[in-house]
């Protein structure tokens, strides 16, 4: 399973998630606040130049953006 982090918009901590493919946080609960949906962001494991391409079109069908977990 790849590993996602999230960011609370409420309060802006940032935890580290192991998920399954396409999870988009919506369901997660903040550990410090208690506020429910966190932002996932993409983070290019550890290749921190990966930011561009974002939903492109060069992945297999079921990336939903973050290639981190699909090849
Ligand atoms: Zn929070």
Do not use: D, Q, W
């Not at 918009?9 to 935890?15: A, L, R, Y």
């Not at 580290?16 to 983070?43: D, N, P």
């Amino acid at each position: 399973m790849p590993m996602y982090e999230f960011g609370c918009p409420k309060c802006g901590v940032v935890i580290t998630e192991l998920c399954k493919m396409g999870e988009k946080g919506e369901r997660l609960v903040c550990s410090k606040c208690g506020h429910i949906g966190l932002t996932r962001h993409i983070s290019g494991f550890s290749s921190p130049g990966i930011s561009g391409g974002t939903g492109g079109g060069s992945c297999s069908p079921g990336c939903s953006g973050n290639c981190a977990g699909c090849h």
